[in-house]
């Protein structure tokens, strides 16, 4: 099971001008096997993923150079937003690579002997991260059922995440 990548993201949106939008697309492709990924405030999310898509470059540049670029144009600020970069490298090792406004920023690279997996969200991460714990063990290792109910779980504590969901297999 390690040699696949799941992303799932839930739909709602809340915009800069406090509007809701409830079928929000939060999962975007970069390439075949990558894929750009955000939170929070939407605006600024899809402001980065345009300016970096734009770069006259992209299309020769490395998954590490994305990176890098996605890095360099997501500024810290007081907007609550993350976004993240998943998928596979260039040396095929998958991968997820996070980022928020508050300047932290994580890599994680495939364990080949466990789960590897990052639950980015802007508020209660780590009622999130137990619940999908749990969730693994219930399901015996079925991780989209582990991640469907973990999206079910957080939209009933955080008026910022549907129920609604769109679910990738890299």
Same mark, same amino acid.
């Given at each position: 099971?390690?040699?696949?990548?799941?992303?799932?993201?839930?739909?709602?949106?809340?915009?800069?001008?406090?509007?809701?939008?409830?079928?929000?697309?939060?999962?975007?492709?970069?390439?075949?096997?990558?894929?750009?990924?955000?939170?929070?405030?939407?605006?600024?999310?899809?402001?980065?993923?345009?300016?970096?898509?734009? +770069?006259?470059?992209? =299309? &020769?540049?490395?998954?590490?150079?994305? *990176? !890098?670029?996605? $890095?360099?144009?997501?500024?810290?600020?007081?907007?609550?937003?993350?976004?993240?970069?998943?998928?596979?490298?260039?040396?095929?090792?998958?991968?997820?690579?996070?980022?928020?406004?508050?300047?932290?920023?994580? +890599?994680?690279?495939? =364990? &080949?002997?466990?789960?590897?997996?990052? *639950? !980015?969200?802007? $508020?209660?991460?780590?009622?999130?991260?137990?619940?999908?714990?749990?969730?693994?063990?219930?399901?015996?290792?079925?991780?989209?059922?582990?991640?469907?109910?973990?999206?079910?779980?957080?939209?009933?504590?955080?008026?910022?995440?549907?129920?609604?969901?769109?679910?990738?297999?890299?």
């Amino acid at each position: 099971m390690n040699n696949q990548v799941f992303l799932a993201s839930d739909k709602r949106a809340i915009l800069s001008n406090g509007l809701v939008k409830d079928n929000y697309k939060k999962l975007y492709p970069l390439r075949p096997k990558l894929f750009f990924g955000m939170t929070g405030i939407a605006e600024y999310g899809l402001h980065v993923y345009k300016s970096v898509m734009l +770069l006259p470059n992209f =299309d &020769k540049m490395t998954v590490q150079e994305i *990176i !890098n670029s996605f $890095n360099e144009h997501y500024s810290q600020n007081d907007i609550n937003s993350t976004m993240m970069i998943a998928g596979i490298m260039d040396d095929d090792e998958a991968f997820i690579w996070s980022k928020n406004t508050h300047g932290d920023v994580r +890599l994680i690279k495939r =364990d &080949k002997q466990s789960l590897s997996y990052s *639950i !980015n969200t802007n $508020n209660n991460q780590d009622k999130f991260v137990s619940k999908f714990r749990d969730e693994i063990i219930k399901s015996e290792g079925f991780y989209v059922t582990a991640m469907r109910k973990t999206i079910e779980y957080a939209s009933t504590i955080d008026h910022t995440i549907s129920n609604d969901y769109d679910l990738i297999l890299i």
